[in-house]
């Protein structure tokens, strides 16, 4: 299940922030950069955003777990242009 373009976000400035991050970093998944990143990423505890992600990886199933430091360091290279 890979969804593009994702439904709409529930609310006015999550469709900003979707916007911005396809605008700053593409609308592939940000993790693997296979699928189109349908969702919006980010960590429960800090509320900090890493990225755009596609089914696949959101739910784990691509290997890695998004709260896995590995995970969190792919998102931050792509996040720089590394």
Do not use: E, I, N
Not at 43 to 52: A, E, K, N, P, S
């Amino acid at each position: 299940m890979h969804l593009w373009p994702p439904p709409p976000a529930r609310t006015p400035s999550l469709r900003r922030l979707r916007a911005a991050l396809v605008d700053a970093l593409g609308a592939d998944c940000h993790l693997c950069g296979l699928y189109p990143g349908a969702m919006v990423d980010h960590d429960h505890q800090t509320g900090q955003v890493r990225g755009l992600l596609c089914a696949f990886c959101k739910s784990g199933a691509g290997g890695v777990s998004a709260r896995d430091g590995l995970s969190q360091g792919r998102l931050s290279a792509r996040a720089s242009g590394s």
